[in-house]
């Protein structure tokens, strides 16, 4: 390969995939208080893959650079990041603001030409706005090719080739260098971090910076949310005893 990998990969910080969210009292969104965060589950997919590219090939790989967009905290899922293997990070520090995928996807572009990025690997999607968007849209502000829900990548020389799952199958793209992929559920299983690495990740590199750092004014959000609402309840099914008593509980219930 003419040039090594110096590979980005954003990591958001939601609501830990584990908890059942409740709707805040405004209606405006979910509750956050209280509320445990995590490394968003497809963002640790996409690290796993960079650092797994790096285990087996270190002379492919020269950096795995994390980044974070979102409030102070938002070091938390970079340290992880650290700790798993990231060599370095950086936290945009955006305060409580919620930032939408073009938003994300501009500061991300900005980021790329900082660190001389030629690879950048993201979730395919954000578990807490369920966007699926900013991998996209960031291939196409930095009019690089891109492969979406990759289940398996592979570099051969100088070329990338991306399995991604789609319906009844898969669909193998090759691409070169620079690019962005973003990665399904499937490509791996994501590691734990080490209680030692955890430790070791506290010395390694995060660099933390503001809007204004990036020549950026402030995030300029185009979509409002009106409403967050809870799916209707469901009621409790009852048990029939045969085909007959099915059909008179249908026909009861006026569905037949
Ligand atoms: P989305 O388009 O919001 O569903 O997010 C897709 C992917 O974009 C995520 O898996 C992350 O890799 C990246 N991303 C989205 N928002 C952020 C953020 N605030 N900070 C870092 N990466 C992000």
């Avoid at 650079?65 to 990070?89: E, F, M």
């Avoid at 919620?98 to 999607?125: D, R």
């Avoid at 996209?136 to 399995?163: H, R, Y």
């Avoid at 991604?164 to 199958?169: H, L, N, V």
């Amino acid at each position: 390969m003419s040039s090594k990998l110096r590979i980005l990969v954003p990591v958001k910080r939601v609501i830990d995939y584990a908890i059942k969210p409740r709707i805040n009292k405004a209606q405006t969104g979910v509750e956050t208080k209280g509320v445990k965060f995590s490394i968003n589950p497809f963002c640790d997919i996409a690290l796993e893959e960079s650092i797994r590219l790096k285990e087996k090939t270190p002379e492919l790989v020269e950096s795995i650079h994390a980044v974070s967009i979102g409030p102070a905290k938002a070091q938390d899922v970079l340290r992880t990041a650290l700790a798993k293997g990231a060599d370095t990070s950086t936290l945009i520090d955006v305060g409580e603001e919620e930032v939408e995928p073009l938003q994300v996807a501009k500061l991300l572009h900005k980021m790329v030409e900082k660190q001389g990025s030629n690879l950048v690997v993201l979730g395919k999607q954000a578990i807490d706005d369920d966007s699926n968007q900013t991998g996209q849209m960031l291939a196409g502000l930095l009019d690089w090719p891109q492969a979406t829900n990759a289940s398996k990548v592979e570099i051969k020389d100088d070329e990338v080739f991306v399995t991604r799952e789609i319906d009844g199958g898969a669909d193998v793209l090759k691409a070169q260098l620079p690019m962005v992929i973003t990665v399904d559920l499937r490509l791996n299983e994501p590691r734990y971090a080490s209680l030692q690495n955890i430790m070791k990740a506290k010395k390694k590199p995060l660099e933390k910076l503001k809007l204004a750092d990036l020549g950026v004014g402030s995030i300029d959000n185009r979509l409002e949310v009106l409403k967050v609402e809870e799916p209707p309840t469901r009621h409790a099914g009852i048990k029939v005893e045969n085909v007959d008593e099915l059909i008179a509980k249908l026909k009861e219930l006026k569905v037949i």
